[in-house]
């Protein structure tokens, strides 16, 4: 499966951006599909997944709350809205995809990254 983020950009403290990617394949449905993040001079961090019928999310601790992952199989797009934004969000993020997911989860498919940056 290909994926290909966007949405992001330059948004304010406090403030609210919407992310999608968008996904080729006849099998996006069965997909598991989440976002991660990555700062400058940081590792890639989870932000969230969302099970393949968009019944079950999991979050990261520092997201949980203010972010929402929400899929639309028959659009083939996973979404990622982020509400209450703090220049601590700011880091390219990034879609990925698998067929299962675990802990330390390491998604076998990644789409190219989408740059969000909240100003103070």
């Known amino acids: 499966v290909q994926l290909q983020a966007s949405g992001g950009g330059l948004v304010q403290a406090g403030g609210s951006l919407r992310l999608s990617c968008a996904a080729s394949g006849r099998t996006f449905s069965t997909y598991v599909l989440g976002w991660f993040r990555q700062a400058p001079g940081k590792e890639r961090e989870f932000v969230g997944v969302?099970?393949?019928?968009?019944?079950?999310?999991y979050y990261a601790d520092s997201v949980k709350g203010r972010f929402t992952i929400s899929r639309d199989n028959a659009k083939n797009t996973v979404y990622l809205r982020m509400n209450s934004l703090k220049p601590e969000d700011t880091a390219v993020y990034y879609c990925a995809a698998d067929g299962t997911y675990s802990s330390n989860w390491d998604p076998k498919y990644w789409g190219q990254g989408t740059q969000v940056t909240v100003s103070s």
């Open positions: 969302i099970s393949w019928s968009g019944g079950g999310r």
